[in-house]
């Protein structure tokens, strides 16, 4: 904006800002359940993209993490970021699938 918003206006946003760092965790229906059986019989492993401070408050609140093997925050979903997480787990791509929500 080059610095032309009103203090009034960024004070606004900065509200904004913090009452949706607040907000709770909605999971989808029978995600828990879902994760749960599936750990029985896969090592799950949570690839998710974003700023880290922010995925990993909503990974906290959610409850989840125990449910994964590994947890990898990524600025960038691409190709290499996925065969990066294959060879740290020392597993074969083939051994390997990924599943969005």
């Known amino acids: 904006s080059g610095e032309t918003i009103p ?15 607040e907000m709770p ?3 989808l229906p029978s995600v828990r359940e879902t994760l749960k059986e599936l750990k029985q019989d896969y090592r799950l492993v949570m690839v998710t993209k974003g700023d880290l ?15 994964f093997h590994h947890i990898e925050i990524v600025s960038d979903k691409r190709e290499g970021e996925y065969q990066k997480i294959i060879n740290h787990l020392d597993i074969l791509p083939q051994e390997f699938m990924m599943v969005g929500n």
């Open 25 to 27: 965790v909605e999971l």
């Open 53 to 67: 401070l922010d995925q990993e408050r909503k990974l906290k609140k959610s409850s989840l993490t125990s449910m």
């Open 7 to 21: 203090n009034k206006m960024v004070k606004k946003i900065m509200e904004m800002g913090k009452e949706q760092l």
